[in-house]
T-cell receptor, first 116, second 114 residues
Framework: DTEVTQTPKHLVMGMTNKKSLKCEQH?????MYWYKQKAKKPPELMFV???????INESVPSRFSPECPNSSLLNLHLHALQPEDSALYLC???????????????FGDGTRLSIL | KNQVEQSPQSLIILEGKNCTLQ??????????LRWYKQDTGRGPVSLTI?????NTKSNGRYTATLDADTKQSSLHITASQLSDSASYIC?????????????FGTGTQLKVEL
């Protein structure tokens, strides 16, 4: 079992739906990440939160909206997604925050998202 | 341009055999290099982390090497098992003024067969 928990494991939604992906870790890590991974491709960084503040947004479309309610939780709110957004969405955390982000990352098992 | 290239793209070997996966990078300035294993439908799991001064590091049947001069790393798997079937991703971290940046390789898909 991974120490980073993601829910739901699978999600099917229409293009007009609003849904949220959730990520939780209790390792005391201060940096949390969202990645998007297409089939047979490496993960692509979307967002980085460091000490609960958004520090990196890799030019992600506004239909993806991250939220970090506290140091253990990370959400990704989805609205008006496109079929090309279908992918595995991975959450990760690492011990350091601030300039230390990027230290060994612990990944969750992802949410498999399908957009109809 | 900061890039990480892995080879081969895919590999099929028989159970019990050894194999070596390659990672070449142009990332600069170099901070460290990591190998991850990603099983189908799961998140990546860290295997090894190599810093500039480390040449070899082992984790069970996995041995990673790093040549910082030639900017090459390899992951050697000994006595392969069916459970080694996975994607192996090389990640190189560079240290910028604003923190660390990760560059992912495209991965090597390994299949171990009976």
């Amino acid at each position: 079992d991974t120490e980073v928990t993601q829910t739901p494991k699978h999600l099917v939604m229409g293009m007009t739906n609003k849904k949220s992906l959730k990520c939780e870790q209790h390792m005391g890590h201060r940096a949390m990440y969202w990645y998007k991974q297409k089939a047979k491709k490496p993960p692509e960084l979307m967002f980085v939160y460091s000490y609960e503040k958004l520090s990196i947004n890799e030019s992600v479309p506004s239909r993806f909206s991250p939220e970090c309610p506290n140091s253990s939780l990370l959400n990704l709110h989805l609205h008006a997604l496109q079929p090309e957004d279908s992918a595995l969405y991975l959450c990760a955390s690492s011990q350091g925050g601030g300039e230390e982000w990027g230290q060994p990352q612990h990944f969750g098992d992802g949410t498999r998202l399908s957009i109809l | 341009k900061n890039q990480v290239e892995q080879s081969p793209q895919s590999l099929i070997i028989l159970e019990g055999k050894n194999c070596t996966l390659q990672c070449n990078y142009t990332v600069s300035p170099f901070s460290n290099l990591r190998w991850y294993k990603q099983d189908t439908g799961r998140g990546p799991v860290s295997l090894t982390i190599m810093t500039f001064s480390e040449n070899t590091k082992s984790n069970g049947r996995y041995t990673a090497t790093l040549d910082a001069d030639t900017k090459q790393s390899s992951l050697h798997i000994t006595a392969s098992q069916l459970s080694d079937s996975a994607s192996y991703i090389c990640v190189v971290i560079r240290n910028t003024g604003g923190g660390n940046k990760l560059t992912f390789g495209t991965g090597t898909q390994l299949k171990v067969e009976l």
